[in-house]
């Protein structure tokens, strides 16, 4: 890690919670508050979600990447990312939910649930990764049943 990553790791959480704060006065100025329950910043996480994904549907996964080399549409997937993000802190906030906390409570639970020596280098999900060596498993075989 450089020293300038280092700088910028110990003010991530001053800039969350400034951002934090600048999304729900945005919100409060405009009496916004009413209409962002869980339910409806939910589903608006989901429909900010399918505009970043719009992006780069019916494009090869070999050229993903290379979409984001055109400014247009780099500029559309970043507004797309901060939407998808100032929804997910609003959403985390009426809840009561400390996203850092929530964030690094599932990576550990993924470690576990993933170990290197089996995941590394394998699309599977955890579940199945214990079966075989190809993630690949009996289907009348449940977990229960090879314990």
Known sequence: MTSSDARRDATEPDRLDRLREAILAFTDERDWSQFHDPKNLAMA???????LMDHFRWT???????????????????????????????????????????AERKLAR????????????????????????HGLSDPTTSERDET
């Open 110 to 133: 993924n470690a576990d649930r993933y170990p290197v020596t089996l995941a590394k280098g394998r699309a599977v999900k955890h579940d199945r990764l214990h079966r075989d060596d």
């Open 60 to 102: 090869p996964n070999d050229m993903a990447s290379r979409l984001l080399e055109d400014p247009t549409t780099r500029s559309g997937v970043e507004d797309e990312v901060a939407d998808v993000l100032i929804l997910l802190i609003e959403f985390a906030h009426v809840c009561g939910i400390d996203p850092i906390e929530a």
């Open 45 to 51: 996480i989901g429909v900010e979600a399918g505009e």
